[in-house]
């Protein structure tokens, strides 16, 4: 059974910095990418970032130079490093695994991956 477990999250002020883990189970680690989504209520899930297992990393426009996606492959555990964190990147952040490699556009798309953790919630202030 495929389980993927977020921690990490919690309540900042903008400028503030956190890191958010994934640590899987259950999978074939280095046969997946990773990846970071968000959503906000009404809103739908949105691609923060993806990482292939020999560290290539993409990020959306709206994260890029702020947030750092990594992944320890001894550990099975996914990372997301966010700093100068603003209001609008609270959501709930959830973590998945998409067979094979993320590419160069399909990556932000949603339905492609399979495996979802329960999300942890990052709510930053002004």
Do not use: H
Request: aromatic share 12%; net charge neutral.
């Amino acid at each position: 059974q495929v389980q993927l477990q977020e921690s990490g999250g919690g309540s900042v002020e903008a400028g503030g910095s956190l890191r958010l883990s994934c640590t899987a189970s259950g999978l074939t680690w280095n046969r997946y990418c990773m990846a970071w989504f968000r959503q906000v209520p009404g809103k739908e899930r949105e691609g923060v970032a993806p990482i292939d297992t020999d560290g290539t990393a993409t990020y959306a426009d709206s994260v890029k130079g702020r947030f750092t996606i990594s992944r320890d492959n001894a550990k099975n555990t996914l990372y997301l490093e966010m700093n100068s964190l603003k209001p609008e990147d609270t959501a709930m952040y959830y973590c998945a695994a998409k067979w094979g490699f993320c590419g160069n556009s399909d990556w932000v798309r949603p339905s492609p991956y399979r495996y979802w953790g329960q999300g942890t919630q990052v709510t930053v202030s002004s």
